[in-house]
């Protein structure tokens, strides 16, 4: 059964630090790419950074300078890493593994930056 567990939201003031971790197992094949996602309440799920099994990254615009994702292979974990959080990055963040067959979301975990 495939599990993406993830963990390290919480909540933090404005221009603090928060790593967050998602630990994917029960996955067969190998993964691809490795990301996270944001969903604000009343807005649509938005990317924030995919990384490829070759350490390939991407960041939404909004993030960049301030986020670093990052992966083990061997441990099939996907790290982001977020500085100088703003009020604005305030929402459910959700780990998402894709695989050639399948793709896979986490529970989410909330991250809430006060201002």
């Known amino acids: 059964q495939v599990q993406l567990v993830e963990s390290g939201g919480g909540l933090v003031q404005a221009g603090g630090s928060l790593r967050l971790s998602c630990a994917a197992s029960?996955?067969?094949?190998?993964?691809?790419?490795m990301g996270w996602y944001r969903q604000a309440p009343g807005k649509q799920r938005e990317l924030v950074a995919t990384i490829t099994r070759g350490s390939v990254t991407n960041y939404a615009d909004s993030v960049k300078g301030r986020f670093t994702i990052s992966r083990d292979n061997a441990k099939n974990t996907v790290l982001l890493q977020m500085i100088s959080l703003k009020s604005d990055d305030t929402a459910v963040y959700y780990c998402?593994?894709?695989?050639?067959?399948?793709?896979?979301w986490g529970q989410g975990t909330q991250v809430t930056v006060s201002s």
């Open positions: 029960g996955i067969i094949f190998s993964i691809d790419v």
């Open positions: 998402r593994v894709l695989t050639y067959h399948a793709n896979y």
